[in-house]
């Protein structure tokens, strides 16, 4: 695989893996099989176990577009993007950063498509539509609109039959998004101290605060479906709460001001209530019941001081 030489092309393509190399192997074939070649591969390894590196290394030894940030920790997805982005910055200062989950797979033509696009009106970023490989249906909710304060987040369209070539949207997940350069460079990188979940809504934000995010119809990237999970009836899935409610209090904290700061931090109060009182009346969860609720107002005290970092240890083998 030749490297772009074109000015303006050269793309650098950041993915986050953790213990899922029969995963990881079809990312980085998609990646290698596009139609406009990438001119680097960044790999973030979060400290996978022994045999995910063994197949790591094998996988890259001998590819010079090809790079593993071995971390001695795991960092989540939001760290490791940021260290992921950082590197790539400052050692290649590329022209595009090309963000993907190590379970997206982009088609042949998904970076051309999007890069057909890249002389639009103060473009913050392009993002590709997203087709759910498990459940055989677009994945709509990764492409957001704001709303509340930023206390909530939806999808912004229902049916892509209601989609224009080209849309506007609030927020998008890092699956295949495609940030400028320069737009990096002004703006800066991930939140690191996320650690997983709304990193990608934060970082996205961030840059619609100053620039356009375009939802691109023709630009299609396959990713897997998340695992059916009830998440009530067992504490394996709770750290997955606690991130999503903390971060949700952090973010709204960080984008709103004065009223709308205490407005957010109301509507955000009132959901963790009802999380307890769901918590407390949801029949099934016998012994897990107040395990649940220690999740959720740790995650509530922790988004109101402000608290970053892995915090909570995540379940084995979740992401």
């Known amino acids: ?91 290649y200062a590329p022209d595009w950063y090309w963000i993907m989950d190590d379970d997206a ?63 506007q949207i609030d927020a998008d997940g890092f699956v295949g998004t495609l940030f400028p350069g320069r737009v990096v460079d002004e703006i800066g990188f991930p939140d690191g101290g996320l650690f997983i979940y709304g990193d990608d809504t934060e970082y996205t934000t961030r840059i619609r605060q100053k620039h356009r ?35 949700k209090i952090l973010i709204a904290k960080k984008y709103n001001a004065g009223i709308g700061k205490w407005i957010a931090l109301l509507l955000l109060s009132g959901h963790c209530m009802w999380q307890i009182a769901y918590s407390l009346v949801r029949k099934g969860l016998g012994k897990y019941r107040f395990l649940r609720i220690q999740y959720v107002l740790k995650g509530m005290f922790d988004g109101m001081a402000g608290r970053k970092g892995k915090t909570v240890e995540p379940a084995a083998g979740g992401k």
């Not at 103060?122 to 930023?150: M, N, S, T």
């Not at 912004?156 to 070539?165: A, I, L, P, Y």
């Not at 630009?219 to 695992?227: F, K, M, T």
Request: proline residues 3%; charged residues 30%; aromatic residues 10%.
């Open 1 to 91: 695989m030749e490297g772009v030489k074109t000015k303006g092309d050269r793309v650098v393509a950041v993915t986050v893996t953790f213990n899922r190399f029969y995963t990881l192997r079809n990312t980085i074939h998609a990646l290698e099989s596009q139609t406009l070649p990438l001119w680097k591969i960044i790999i973030v390894d979060n400290h996978s176990n022994e045999e995910n590196r063994k197949e790591i290394l094998a996988l890259t030894e001998g590819k010079e577009h090809m790079e593993v940030l071995w971390m001695e920790d795991n960092l989540g997805g939001a760290g490791g993007f940021e260290t992921g982005m950082r590197y790539a910055r400052e050692q």
């Open 105 to 167: 797979y982009p088609r042949r033509d998904t970076l051309e498509k999007l890069l057909e696009h890249k002389k639009l009106a103060d473009l913050g970023c392009l993002a590709p539509l997203i087709w759910g490989v498990d459940w055989q249906e677009y994945q709509l909710y990764h492409h957001k609109e704001i709303k509340r304060f930023h206390t909530m987040d939806r999808a912004k369209f229902s049916r892509v039959e209601d989609m224009g070539e080209v849309e």
């Open 213 to 247: 995010i375009y939802l691109i119809k023709d630009a299609v990237i396959d990713h897997n479906d998340p695992p059916v999970v009830n998440a009530v009836f067992g504490p394996q899935t709770y750290w997955k709460l606690y991130y999503t409610l903390r971060n």
